[in-house]
């Protein structure tokens, strides 16, 4: 069955880049037919969409994150990747991944990665 | 952008009684070449990352109870627990996957009264 994992670091000093992988298996990024994605989300807040991209296109991302945001995908490793520059505490949050159906919403989700901005 | 727009925040109701959830988006999130109004629900649990309910406005996953459904088109939609059962108490949340930036809207919390 399809799974995704997130991995990256726990803890993050402000100003820096946060760099987070979601490792896909039981499906090929490269396959096409989806799109894979990130989401946010605060502590005790709501779910905030920050991009996804397709194996062969552009990211798209959330115009919030327009200028601090990176999306990209390794076919070879079949994972994506996240990478948010000049963190802030406003960045702290449970980061998830998730596959894109595009027309059915986000059918497969990681168990997400907690990420904490401090010093 | 479009924002989608849950009420009420928090709902409370009896085992065994209906719970209604609204969401309503600022512009029309229906796909005129197929008729499909272009929102999911998703159920999320402490810790756990969000569950899919329900997309296409009213088509239910496969594997999730019948007492859940929704409804609604263009704008105006709703997720509709028929019985609420003891292992229902989650947040709820709606998303437009319509155009980008998708987003969701900002939870329902449902509780046992």
């Known amino acids: 069955q399809v799974q995704l994992k997130e991995s990256g670091p726990g803890l993050v000093k402000p100003s820096e880049t946060l760099s987070l992988i979601c490792s896909v298996s039981?499906?090929?990024?490269?396959?096409?037919?989806?799109?894979w994605s990130w989401i946010r989300q605060p502590p005790g807040k709501g779910l905030e969409w920050i991009g996804h991209?397709?194996?062969?296109?552009?990211?798209d991302h959330n115009p919030s994150l327009q200028s601090r945001i990176s999306i990209s995908v390794d076919t070879s490793k079949n994972h994506f990747s996240l990478s948010l520059s000049s963190m802030t505490a406003a960045d702290t949050a449970v980061y998830f991944c998730?596959?894109?159906?595009?027309?059915?919403?986000?059918?497969?989700w990681g168990q997400g990665t907690t990420v904490i901005v401090s010093s | 952008d479009i924002v989608m727009t849950q009420s009420p925040d928090s709902l409370a109701v009896s085992l065994g009684e209906r719970a209604t959830i609204n969401c309503k988006s600022s512009?029309?999130?229906?796909?005129?070449?197929?008729?499909?109004?272009?929102i999911a629900w998703y159920q999320q649990k402490p810790g756990q990352p969000p569950k899919r309910l329900i997309y296409w406005a009213s088509t239910r996953e496969s594997g999730v109870p019948d007492r859940f459904s929704g409804s609604g088109s263009g704008t105006d939609f709703t997720l509709t627990i028929s019985s609420l059962q003891a292992e229902d108490v989650a947040v709820y949340y709606c998303?437009?996957?319509?155009?980008?930036?998708?987003?969701f809207g900002q939870g329902t919390k449902l509780e046992i009264k």
């Open positions: 991209i397709y194996y062969s296109r552009d990211a």
């Open positions: 998303h437009q996957y319509y155009t980008t930036p998708q987003a």
């Open positions: 512009q029309s999130i229906l796909f005129r070449s197929n008729s499909k109004s272009y």
């Open positions: 998730a596959r894109d159906t595009i027309t059915h919403g986000l059918d497969v």
């Open positions: 039981g499906v090929s990024i490269g396959s096409g037919g989806y799109y």
